[in-house]
């Protein structure tokens, strides 16, 4: 079993910053790719950031220059720092994992529940 514990998400205004976590924990033998995905009303899920173990990373054009994850490989952590936030990055967000349980297991993915984050003034 596989737990992901995401936090940080709230209500900021525009301009503002918010610092998004996520927590692995479980039967992980090894984790590759850690990341954050999106999800708007009415809209589907989207890629936010991601980041190999590494530490190479991949952005949407979208929040880049504006957003940095980054990862603690120890803690089996991912964040994301979120900058200059605008009322098009609300939505509900979203963590993921590319995993190996054992070593030679295959490569699985998990997902978080999400956190809500609402840009408004």
């Known amino acids: 079993q596989v737990q992901l514990v995401e936090s940080g998400g709230g209500l900021v205004q525009p301009g503002g910053s918010l610092r998004l976590s996520c927590a692995a924990s479980?039967?992980?033998?090894?984790?590759?790719?850690m990341g954050w995905y999106r999800q708007a009303p009415g809209k589907e899920r989207e890629l936010v950031a991601t980041t190999t173990s590494g530490g190479n990373t991949n952005y949407a054009d979208s929040v880049r220059d504006r957003f940095t994850i980054s990862r603690d490989n120890a803690k089996k952590t991912v964040y994301l720092q979120m900058n200059s936030l605008k009322p098009e990055d609300a939505g509900v967000y979203y963590c993921?994992?590319?995993?190996?349980?054992?070593?030679?297991?295959?490569?699985?993915?998990?997902w978080g529940r999400g956190t809500q984050v609402t840009v408004s003034s």
């Open positions: 479980g039967t992980i033998f090894s984790i590759n790719l």
């Open positions: 993921n994992i590319d995993y190996k349980s054992t070593w030679n297991s295959r490569i699985a993915a998990y």
